[in-house]
DNA sequence: GCGGGCTCCTTTGGATCCATAATAGGCTAT
DNA sequence: ATAGCCTATTATGGATCCAAAGGAGCCCGC
């Protein structure tokens, strides 16, 4: 059987969805045995798993004292979603003149979902109910499948992958299940979507390079918000990364 | 004594240097043992260092055959400046309002410096002298040491870290110390940062975003047409990644 | 009663050891 | 002579072993 992929990547795989999912908190310290029980592989393939989520900036290396996964401050916070619409900008520009009808079938696809599972998520909160975790994390897959069809047309592969590195901010779902009375702030995230849909199939690069840019340091501000919000209240570290 | 680092995290550090550096070409095949006799240690944290390095896309692991250092199509360096130019646009605007004078003056000095070996380049290259590698080196140092002025004020660690990593493009001198013919075109870079500058200096934010991505765009075309000069005489890789 | 220091235990960082995949070279059969 | 197969070598991936750093808890002196 040829070896395809190497422990220590898969493990590596696995636990940088755990992170970036918000399975795993932020603060947390990984101990290496633990790990390697839970995978069945001794400490080695694990450490050099670690190493390239500490190359990813996912968790720090505390010498002698073990692997903290790292949390995000406020200001890293502001600073990616800065990167992430410079980058996406750019992407999206790129992508407009590239676009294909099929392309764009793609993208009015995962528009619809996606506005489908706003108004869901609206409907939900006014309703009162109890939010659904499992909800707003499909909404959330929803958004990023969106941006996913412009990355894909840009064919930009080092722009897709420091954008989708800088997504990780979002720290699960522990954000945007906050609160509800944000309705309409998610609401204008749909209509974003669609004028940067409408931009691009007008085939102005210009215009759905700005529209791409404001959207996401509005749902970047929306974060903000949110965790403004949110006090210190719903959050279960500190805040702070070294 | 306290253990501040740790042999995989120094290892790292030094291979990456030699990596963007040029030292180590592009295509290279790192064998493990030698590395670990070259630093004298053993070939665990080498291969931890060589983890990092693969996540941080300096090398490519092929299981079982060996860690390869990869080299740059030229659609990956085209890529990577567009992105460079958005993230140094995006730092400059930022760092503009925060640039105090003493900012100022060190901008200033690392201008001048820069401004300096550019004649210096000019001259030697007049004069049909062999080109010294290492005032090319010194060159390239100048000028990321007039932008490294600007990140730093810019505080933006995040942007700064990719935008360096976006540098990588460089491979060392081979590119640089390429043609005399295209003096003009380095002297451009030198205009530009004094542009640059004024636009600082003169707080406009918007003007100096607008300079700083020029610059990097036109840098970027500088370097094309050097590898374009170039054919594949100069290159001892394929200049092909996997 | 309390603070400082000493010892033991846990966990990490690193070294060494083993199994296996890839490859190079030789051998055989045609 | 040459193509194909088999073996021996080498380097990697992973496991196990060892030394040392950090921290918790205990003991002793004040």
Redesign the pocket.
Known sequence: ???LS???DDIARVLEDEIVGGAIAPGT?????QL?ERF??????V??ALRRLAALGLVT???????RVRSISPGELREAHLVRAELEALATEVATPRMTAADLVLLDEAEQRFSELTLELRDQARRGEARDSSLFVEWMQANYAFHDVIYTAAAMPLVERLAKSARRTFIGDRVWSARAELDELYAKNDLQHRAIREAISAGSAAGARLLAREHVLSSGRLIEVVIEALGSGGSRDPGWGS
Not at 29 to 33: I, K, N, S
Not at 40 to 45: A, F, G, L
Not at 61 to 67: A, D, I, K
């Open positions: 059987m040829a070896t190497t422990k220590a310290v990984m101990r290496q045995e390697s069945e592989v001794s400490r080695t393939p450490r050099e290396f505390e010498p002698n004292r073990g692997v």
